[in-house]
């Protein structure tokens, strides 16, 4: 018995020490950050590969509050009577949407003298389009309904979007710099604000901000120019 039960003991602490080890490669360092940040992955190996771990927990959470709060402002100008709890089910819903479907891959490398500079390619949800389809609903419902829509139904409308959310088609590719000292990683100061780049472009598809409300403010006067035309239309034919 005792010699069938050793090599799975041996086996089960090489498990446990490969789940737990922390990196020596920035490459796999950089991808811990990465999988830890966006899918919430391996928080313990996370935590002894970095320095400082919990600084980089607060700039996670940070970063999903400011976008749980531009998440919330956004709804509030979509319907007045959308409430913060409801938003914050939403934005919930849409990072499970992330964590599901959207992905990345390394490919670029450079690694010298204790620091690593590695380049992402992210292939994060279309927020834009999941928006554009919801406004070009609700502005076709609006205008058939004989009452105001209520806020629930509006809700309704985008959690239906946001459930069948599709991934971009263009991805964006995004550097990322860490370095080494005694053994374990840390993330430059410069480098942390990079990370809301990185957010950015797993749950919108889009590099910054400008980018995203440049490409929101067209598809926002698309989708109003598509029901104006199809009105148009409506009206040519009943003549």
């Not at 400082?52 to 996670?60: D, G, M, Q, T």
């Not at 849409?94 to 590695?118: H, M, R």
């Not at 993330?187 to 440049?214: M, S, Y």
Request: charged share 20%; proline share 3%; with cysteine.
């Amino acid at each position: 018995m005792k010699k069938q039960l050793l090599p799975l003991f041996l086996l089960f602490i090489g498990a446990l020490a490969s789940c737990s080890a922390p990196s020596r490669s920035g490459e796999k360092a950089a991808q811990q950050l990465v999988d830890y940040f966006i899918y919430q992955e391996k928080p313990a190996t996370f935590s002894q590969t970095f320095r400082e771990p919990k600084v980089l927990v607060e700039h996670l959470q940070t970063s999903r509050q400011q976008f749980q709060k531009q998440f919330f402002n956004s709804l509030k100008e979509m319907n007045a009577e959308v409430t913060e709890t409801e938003a914050q089910k939403l934005s919930a819903e849409l990072l499970a949407q992330v964590k599901k479907k959207a992905s990345y891959q390394l490919v670029a490398t450079k690694e010298l003298n204790g620091q690593a500079t590695i380049t992402f390619q992210i292939k994060g949800l279309d927020f834009v389009t999941a928006i554009e389809d919801t406004t070009t609903a609700l502005l076709q419902q609006t205008q058939q309904a004989t009452q105001a829509l209520d806020m629930q139904h509006t809700l309704a409308v985008l959690k239906k979007e946001i459930q069948q959310i599709n991934v971009s088609y263009e991805p964006v590719e995004l550097p990322l710099t860490v370095k080494q000292v005694e053994g374990q990683w840390y993330l430059p100061a410069a480098e942390q604000l990079r990370l809301n780049q990185f957010f950015l472009a797993f749950v919108t598809g889009k590099e910054d901000t400008d980018q995203l409300t440049e490409a929101l403010d067209t598809i926002l006067t698309q989708a109003e120019q598509k029901v104006v035309t199809a009105d148009e239309r409506t009206a040519i034919s009943g003549n």
